[in-house]
C-alpha cells in the first residue's frame, strides 16, 4: 500500500506515513479472543480510494459505487498461546503489548474493540488513544455504521472540571469520585451533576456500585450510585443529539465501568 497522501510505500497498510508525516488509518477496530485479535484499519473518509472502487487494494472493503466512507485498508491478526497460574499476567500484558505496538504504529483517531473484556482492559491499559467497545458479533460492520453518521463532539476538559451542581457530597468517598470521574473521563461527556442522596433504598454488601440508565429524547443519561441503602443519581450530560446517539454512550459508559469493576 501507498500513503494516500505523498504515495511513498508503506510496510504494511494502514501505517502512519513517516515520509510527509501523515495519517492513513482513521480508525482500527478489534475482534478480540482470548488467543489472538484481528485488527481492521479503517480509512479516512475523504480516502482518495473512496471515489474508485476498482483501486480498492482489499477486495472486503465493501466500498460502495457512491464512494462508501470507513474503507477497510487491510487486517492484522496477532496471535498468543494463553498461560495459566503465576504466568498468565506476564503472558497476557505480553499479549496486548504487541496489539498495542501494531495500534501505535497506525496512529489512529479511534479504536473499538468487542470481544473477550480481560484482553480488551489490558490492551485499553496499554494505549491512549479514545477507546470504545462494540458489543455486536459483527464489530467492523457494526463501526462501519456507527461511523458513517454525523460524529459527535468531543470534551476536552478535564474529569474533574466536568463535576458540579448544587450537590457536593458522594456516597462511597473517594470511590464513588473515582466512579463518577470514570463517566466524566469519556470523550463525549460535558458533564456530571450529582443529584441528593435517598438513604432509604435496599441495602447491599457488594459496596459501591455505578450503572448509567437508559438515555432520555435529548441523548442525557443518568448515572446510579448505589453503597449499601443509600442511592444517588447523578445527571449527564452529553454530546449527543438525540436518544440513539444517547445510547451508544450509555453503552459505552457502562462498559467503561465495568472494566473499573463497578458493576
Known sequence: ?????????????????????????EAIVLDVARDRVTLTMLGADDDPAHTNSSSNPNPNSNSGPDGEQNQVLGETTITTTPEDGENEPVELRNFAGLVGDEIRRKRPKEVYAGGERDVIRAIRADVHHDFYRVADENPVEAVRKRRGTRALDVVETPPAEKIGGSHSTLIGGRTGMRAIQTVAGHPHVKKVIP???????????????????????????????????????NRVVTTARDREMGERIRADLNDVLAESEFQ
Open 195 to 233: 443529584g441528593p442522596i435517598d438513604a432509604g433504598g435496599k441495602g447491599s454488601q457488594s459496596g459501591l456500585r455505578a450503572k448509567v440508565t437508559r438515555a432520555d429524547n435529548g441523548g442525557n443519561v443518568r448515572m446510579l450510585l448505589r453503597d449499601g441503602s443509600s442511592v444517588q443519581e
Open 1 to 25: 500500500m501507498e500513503c494516500r497522501h505523498c504515495a511513498s510505500p508503506l510496510e504494511k497498510p494502514g501505517d502512519f506515513c513517516l515520509i510527509c508525516r501523515e495519517q492513513n488509518t
